[in-house]
């Protein structure tokens, strides 16, 4: 029997079709997604985090990806995002910018990761910044407050989260007009963009120190180093020393303080980067006496505040699936960058890509429920994160309590420029049911 030649060709058409069936059928969900965009299955989200797990800086930074990750954790538990679970990447980074290139450029080309959240130190990410802008990488909630970063023509991928170093500055500058005024301060800070990004802010406000003492990243961890501390404090008459810079410089410079007998001699104020009590009087138990009493600024919620909605139920999720970790600033830092990030990869749909993801953190983001007091900037034009912060008394067990007594709560809020610093009260969404955004 003769086939008309279109005929044969039809029917190799749907054989061919039917093999391809069959042949995706066969594919296990993890690896088949209907889109090609990176870190995406039907079935799982892929995200990645450098942070220094080991190194001078890890302890306390070290607990922030696995409170983010038992968060991802309690949402997968709980139906994922749109269906997919989430899962997390944790590099090491060591707090070196050479080595964050390193683990950035495997987590973007070896484990394909949809998107970075959380990154970790501001010379980090300054490090690889033009890799993941190149590449089109969402960064979301960069762990630093370098002002820079809220810069969408020169980051575009970034978003930052903190209230910037600059704004932390004018606060604490702000705050020292209000309650130090006819003080001698001093300031010991981190001698790089970190430090460098607040001395501008303190400038702003037209805050004056007795002494200026910078040290390099890592030379907390000499004890001649933060000797010439305590020794430029004494010789300067200073009253009252603020400390801009990691919580292991904060626990060097009030042991330090301590042994050279100056408890009750100085009030210290410390930024919120170096404010964390459970790694201070780990590393550094000398600093404990000093640490009772020190002021901290903190644009979160104390993590001792179990009437606070977000801390109670980040504390519930803590024991269930972070087993073993004390709950502080650092695994609330994590979880409630978690919380954000699942409410941006369900509002990117249900078949998200990265630039959904970014456009709806552009037009959404500032209204999602978080534990921060005050609001966040996303927009189209301005990566800002939070900007305002509260300061609190630190107890010796470690608790902070407003400095006007317990809720009541005053923040500071300012700009990255030359706006005022105002007092204002806190406002933020409800904590959504069982910490679980649906939005």
């Not at 969402?138 to 209230?163: D, H, I, Q």
């Not at 010991?188 to 990243?217: C, E, H, N, R």
């Not at 042991?255 to 404010?275: E, M, R, T």
């Amino acid at each position: 029997m003769l086939v008309h030649r279109s005929t044969k060709r039809g029917a190799f058409a749907v054989a061919v079709a039917a093999v391809a069936a069959l042949a995706v059928s066969a594919l296990p969900a993890q690896a088949f997604s209907p889109r090609s965009e990176a870190g995406v299955t039907a079935t799982t989200i892929k995200l990645g985090i450098t942070v220094p797990l080991t190194g001078a800086a890890a302890p306390g930074y070290n607990k922030v990806p696995y409170g983010m990750k038992a968060y991802f954790d309690y949402v997968n538990d709980n139906g994922g995002v749109n269906g997919r679970k989430i899962q997390l990447v944790i590099k090491d980074d060591a707090y070196s910018p050479i080595l964050a290139k390193s683990v950035t450029n495997d987590l973007i080309l070896k484990d394909k990761v949809f998107a970075l959240v959380g990154t970790l130190g501001t010379a980090n990410n300054e490090a690889t910044s033009k890799f993941v802008n190149d590449k089109g990488v969402p960064r979301l909630f960069v762990n630093t407050g370098f002002s820079g970063f809220a810069n969408t023509k020169k980051y575009p991928t970034t978003y930052a989260l903190f209230p910037s170093y600059y704004m932390e500055a004018k606060a604490i500058g702000g705050y020292l007009a209000d309650k130090f005024a006819g003080k001698k301060v001093a300031l010991i800070y981190q001698d790089d963009d970190f430090g460098i990004d607040a001395l501008a802010g303190f400038a702003q406000v037209g805050t004056t120190f007795v002494a200026k003492i910078p040290y390099a990243s890592g030379s907390q961890a000499d004890p001649t180093v933060v000797g010439k501390w305590i020794s430029t404090i004494v010789s300067s008459g200073a009253d009252t020393a603020v400390v801009f810079g990691v919580s292991t410089a904060t626990a060097a410079a009030l042991g330090g303080a301590y042994k050279a007998g100056l408890a009750g001699k100085v009030q210290w104020i410390l930024g919120s980067v170096g404010a964390d009590p459970t790694t201070i009087k780990t590393l550094v138990p000398a600093a404990l006496p000093l640490l009772n009493g020190a002021i901290a600024t903190s644009f979160l919620p104390a993590a001792a505040d179990t009437n606070d909605e977000y801390v109670k139920q980040f504390q519930e999720i803590n024991t269930k699936y972070n087993k073993g970790a004390t709950f502080d600033s650092n695994v609330l830092v994590g979880m409630n960058a978690g919380m954000l990030t699942v409410q941006a990869l369900r509002a990117a749909g249900a078949n998200p890509t990265r630039a959904k993801l970014m456009a709806a953190l552009n037009t959404s983001g500032s209204k999602f429920a978080s534990a921060g007091f005050a609001p966040l900037g996303w927009s189209k034009t301005s990566h800002v994160g939070y900007n305002g912060y509260w300061f609190g008394r630190l107890a010796a067990d470690g608790s902070q309590t407003p400095v006007d007594g317990a809720g009541k709560y005053v923040l500071y809020t300012t700009d990255s420029s030359k706006g005022a610093v105002v007092k204002s009260a806190i406002t933020r969404p409800a904590m959504p049911a069982k910490g679980l955004p649906t939005n």
